[in-house]
């Protein structure tokens, strides 16, 4: 009984990081190329995005939360970077600083509503990505941004992507590792660090298992889950901006899968190590392991369409080990 | 069926959920065409013997017989099938608010019936019938969220009618209605009696029971602990028996109190109720007593900082105290162990360690990093000192027992200093060693602050307090030094100003 229960205990604990192991031995094996350093970093690069998207959730998943407004919170950045560049003609520094700031803004406004308004959070944020997704169209008249665009007014755009906003999304260190990946593994120490070694993590914790309990122990529970959803909106914009520097344009198109890999990658988490909670190191996991698992199946020449198909049936699975396995009954809600 | 017949008859019932043992053997007997009522203070068991009856929970011994036939229902549907009724305290529980009334009262068979399309007419007409059939004099195609919250309880009990019901269960019926509602729901009560209809009855509104109750069962700690049935209902001895007191070993001998921490001035809890002062001193436990209504909870809450006094006020250490919510309060330095520590307190997700220090990460913490060592270093001292029982300090909360869980919340406010400790209910839900442990701690430690534990049964107060206050009507009645203590007095202010209220209706 003794034995069967560690044995139960390990595959929890172990299992999906042995899972992701076996992936990359078999796809060593059978994909050629896969196992050189050039494949890791492109990896890296493609999850480095929705990673950083995927820990702004974690924070909000953290309070009790979600946060579904990331994908359209990232897309406006996109959309406002090169607004400010493009039509505004201003440099890359404030093209950076206004879209991190109407990243915070939106997560503020979403905190209040849930916190104040009391709207559930799911409806909440739901509104909130509808809105975004039509108020970021409306300057442009629904055109993406690029120089030399014409205006709804009839003049010519003459504003230009800058070099230093560019280097965001492309420069590589040493002409191998790209700028975003230094981002996202920076972003995830910081949330891994904010969320497990200080007291504010602690009480966000606390929060999202008993708000209650949270604020009869002195707690301001409204503060930290508006703190949580600025987090949140402000990672979105981060993602947004190394989107729009990579593109090199404000493409209304792009960014359209931001939401569900992110929101997979942060639910995936909850399996690794056995956490059966919202975290930062599973979250960063979560994103890799669909990253690896998608470049491998690319190089077997899998067809792209199978991707989204692949994607849910792992987050199901993860799901499976958290909720099943563990025999806990989670958190309630996700 | 006839009237004084036993309808349903129970037998050394017991339930435990893990260690606590929540019903100890229910003997009691339930006749046709009366009403019995069941008083019994928090924790007594109540919820738990109806859940028992109406299918929620199965009992873990002791056998319940229907009209004679062994009756074990493994789910409430086959409570209900069997003809035994439950209309649960919260109102909102017994119907569906977006749907009209019709489709409330016929739920069951819309449930469970056959076919797909639903027959408007027919429905209503059946409505109708059932809803004359309990004297509801409603328009069935309303929704029933725009009714009020009495009618909606109407409607729970005309549907649960439809079906002939052997048994009706009402657990806290009147608790949300006014005096004009209840007086409806009263005389449907008394429509169903003439019937032959059993009806357990259980309240602690002495108007209600003044008006309903043909025998009274007092319950206290899991055991059936008086049955009164000879006219005229004795309902002191009731209420008497549902406190319950024996006399205990502990020993108290009441120190000298230190200097006056929280003076209370002319403080008034709800509008109409009669203001009261009250000083807490160092080095002095005061036990507040009182039934459930009578004002207990309010008053943590203000103490607390939980909701604002109507008048008065209240001084801690000479300065004034009025805290806009619990963070201010702890503050200053009032602490408040929440009653249902599952609800109010428990941070299920976190290990015990984490539960202790939740209060306080600040002084376990350098900036805003956690110090693990200081935080382990306080949760150990806090295990020792309670005497909680676990492996170590970073066992999940919930792999600890009732009692154990509850010292882990009590050392929570016990491992900082405070001027005023605020308990309320700590002993709920606790087995007696811990209630033991834990009251034998508040007393060691009581001399540097005030201390008030509110309390469900009036031997936790004998066992903990140096006094002992009452309370009623939202106000003190009474003030006692725990030695040589008249329990009969203390007693006849518990029940006394509730039957007084009562008999004043």
């Not at chain 2, 929540?22 to 068991?45: E, F, H, K, S, W």
């Not at chain 2, 009618?161 to 949300?176: F, G, V, Y």
């Not at chain 2, 154990?404 to 009590?410: A, D, F, L, R, T």
Request: include cysteine.
């Amino acid at each position: 009984m003794k034995q069967a229960n560690t044995a139960i205990d390990l595959a929890i604990k172990f299992g999906f990081l042995a899972l992701m192991a076996g992936l990359i031995v078999f796809f060593s094996i059978t994909a050629e190329g896969f196992l050189t350093p050039f494949s890791a970093v492109f990896i890296l690069q493609s999850v480095a995005i929705t990673g950083i998207l995927a820990l702004g959730v974690t924070s909000t998943l953290v309070v009790g939360g979600f946060d579904l407004s990331i994908g359209a919170v990232a897309t406006s950045a996109l959309m406002l970077s090169s607004y400010v560049m493009v039509v505004w003609e201003m440099n890359a520094f404030w093209a950076v600083t206004f879209s991190l700031m109407m990243g915070a803004f939106v997560g503020f406004l979403n905190g209040v509503l849930i916190v104040k308004m009391r709207v559930p959070d799911l409806l909440a944020t739901l509104g909130m990505m509808f809105l975004l997704i039509g108020a970021q169209r409306i300057p442009t008249e629904g055109r993406s941004i690029s120089t030399g665009m014409a205006l709804p007014d009839g003049t010519i755009a003459d504003g230009t992507f800058s070099q230093a906003f560019l280097m965001l999304g492309r420069h590589r260190i040493g002409d191998l590792v790209p700028l975003s990946v230094v981002f996202l593994i920076v972003i995830a120490i910081l949330v891994w660090v904010f969320l497990e070694l200080t007291r504010h993590g602690r009480l966000m914790y606390a929060i999202g298992s008993n708000a209650q309990a949270a604020s009869l122990a002195g707690t301001n529970v409204n503060r930290y889950k508006i703190i949580a959803y600025m987090i949140s909106g402000t990672l979105a914009s981060v993602g947004g901006v190394l989107l729009a520097a990579r593109l090199g344009r404000g493409d209304v198109a792009s960014g359209n899968n931001l939401l569900l890999d992110s929101v997979a990658a942060a639910l995936i988490g909850f399996a690794v190590l056995g956490a059966s909670k919202p975290n930062a190191f599973g979250t960063a996991i979560g994103a890799l392991f669909v990253g690896i698992l998608l470049q491998g199946l690319t190089m077997l020449n899998a067809p792209y369409y199978t991707q989204d198909f692949i994607k849910g049936a792992v987050l199901v699975v993860a799901l499976m080990f958290t909720f099943a396995l563990s025999g806990r009954s989670g958190r309630g809600r996700i | 069926m006839n009237v004084g017949e036993p309808a349903i008859q129970l037998s050394d019932v017991r339930k435990a959920f893990g260690q606590n043992q929540v019903l100890r053997g229910i003997d009691l007997d339930i006749p046709a065409g009366q009403v019995t009522v069941l008083m019994g203070a928090n924790g007594a068991g109540k919820s738990t013997l109806v859940k028992v009856l109406c299918g929620v929970h199965s009992a873990d011994g002791g056998e319940v017989r229907l009209d004679g036939a062994p009756f074990a229902p493994a789910t409430p549907s086959e409570a209900l099938r069997a003809g035994v009724v439950t209309v649960h305290q919260n109102i909102n529980d017994g119907v569906v608010p977006d749907l009209d009334v019709a489709s409330n009262l016929l739920l069951d068979t819309l449930a469970s019936g056959s076919g797909t399309f639903l027959k408007r007419r027919e429905m209503r007409a059946r409505a109708r019938e059932i809803a004359a059939a309990v004297g509801l004099e409603i328009d069935v195609t309303r929704p029933v969220a725009d009714l009020t919250l009495a009618d909606r309880q109407l409607v729970s009990i005309a549907r649960a009618m439809a079906h002939a019901p052997k048994m009706l269960i009402l657990d806290e019926p009147t608790s949300s209605l006014s005096a004009v509602e209840a007086d409806r729901l009263f005389d449907l009560i008394e429509m169903l009696r003439e019937r032959g209809v059993a009806i357990l009855y259980i309240s602690h509104r002495m108007s209600d029971i003044r008006r309903l109750a043909d025998r009274i069962l007092s319950m206290r700690d899991g055991r059936i602990v008086g049955a009164f049935d000879e006219k005229p209902l004795d309902y002191s001895g009731a209420v008497r028996a549902m406190l319950g007191h024996e006399m205990t070993e502990v020993d108290i001998r009441v120190p000298e109190r230190g200097r006056p921490v929280m003076e209370i001035k002319d403080l008034v809890l709800r509008e109409g109720a009669a203001p009261f002062s009250i000083t807490a001193h160092e080095n002095e436990v005061i036990a507040v007593a009182g039934l459930v209504g009578s004002g207990k909870s309010t008053f943590a809450s203000v103490l607390f900082g939980l909701q604002p006094p109507v008048a008065g006020t209240m001084r801690l250490d000479g300065g004034p105290h009025l805290p806009a919510n619990a963070r201010e309060a702890i503050r200053a330095g009032v602490f408040m162990c929440p009653r249902d520590r599952l609800v109010n307190a428990v941070v299920t997700d976190f290990d015990i360690t984490e539960n202790i220090t939740l209060p306080f990460t600040r002084r376990h913490s350098r900036g805003s990093f956690l110090s693990f060592r200081s935080e382990r270093a306080t949760a150990r001292k806090m295990i020792a000192d309670m005497g909680v029982i676990c492996q170590g300090a970073d066992d999940g909360i919930l792999t600890l027992s009732g009692g154990n869980q509850q010292k882990v919340m009590v050392a929570r406010w016990m491992a900082e200093a405070s001027r005023l400790l605020i308990l309320d209910e700590p002993f709920q839900g606790v087995d007696i060693q811990a209630r033991r442990d834990i009251g034998r701690k508040i007393r060691e430690t009581a001399p540097s602050r005030g201390t008030i534990v509110f309390v469900a049964e009036l031997d936790e107060a004998l066992e903990v307090a140096d006094r002992i206050l009452v309370m009623s009507e939202h106000s003190v009645v009474g003030d006692h030094r725990n030695e040589n203590i008249d329990v009969s007095a203390i007693m006849a202010e518990v029940v006394d100003a509730a039957t007084a209220r009562a008999a004043g209706q």
